[in-house]
């Protein structure tokens, strides 16, 4: 896949959109997440980079929204899902976790939009921030760039899975997700289920603090508003165990909100959309007719 190579930028709507060289050329647009910066800074000077053929995104500490829209409204669903790439809130799997999966809701007539939040260093409160100003302005933006403002879902990798969920369980009345997608998520933060560098990395020298485990354990705070969610995880994970996934969904069953997961008897952990996991026709009919349900 081909990277842009020419910067395009529009003020539209209150929000800054540019074209940059790193994000794919299939994306419309860019949006800047603070027009006029965050209020806080994350502490991380050193300059954002990319490795691994610009898959992988590194010292992230300004945030932006890269957006996927289709454009024939013969198969536009009028759906919206915001992504959320893993990558232990140390970096971000930007491209498989992120620009493809885009790639792949477009061709199933979904909106989409890529959020590259800032990675936390310690302040577990910035990724959180930055999640819900993106659903807002993806929620007053809807009808300008093409979808149904009460069908905006969130997505979410891994650590990305941790904020979506925490974005699902901490929500504001306009950043509230109409329903989740979650990949192999981190949900828990209990010493026995956790993904140690995730939590670590969010919740910085306070990462043994009782209160903030439990706060940010997200199976803890479910109630019968929660979204409707659909969850796919390996058995055999070894960096995050399958069974934040289950005790998710359990926490979602006992307040009667609907909820799919399905297991996958090998694959491990990051598999994104990366073509080579052998259960990848699996998840992408099965997830294809949820969004054509859902």
Known sequence: MKKSSFIFSVFLAGAFFSCTKNEPKESVFTVKVWENGA??????????????????VYNISESEINLFLVNNKRVNSGKMVLICPGGGYGMQAIRKEGWAMAEWLNKEGVNAAVLKYRLPNGQKDIPLKDAKKAMKILRENASL?????????????????????????????????????????????I????????????????????????????EKHIDANSPKAILFHSMDDKAVTPWNSILYKEALDNNNVKCELYTYPSGNHGWGTLTEFDFYDEWTTTLSQWLKEN
């Open 39 to 56: 209020e806080e800074f994350n502490g991380i000077e050193k300059v954002e980079f990319f490795k691994n053929d610009s898959s992988d």
């Open 145 to 189: 760039w093409g979808y149904d403002a009460n069908k905006i879902g969130v997505c979410g990798y891994s650590a990305g899975g941790h904020l979506a969920s925490t974005l699902a369980t901490k929500y504001d009345e306009l950043s509230r997700p109409d329903f989740q997608i979650l990949f192999y998520p981190v949900i828990s933060f």
């Open 191 to 218: 010493d026995t289920l956790t993904h140690w560098g995730t939590r670590k990395n969010l919740l910085g020298d306070s990462y043994m603090d009782e209160s903030l485990v439990l706060e940010y354990s997200n």
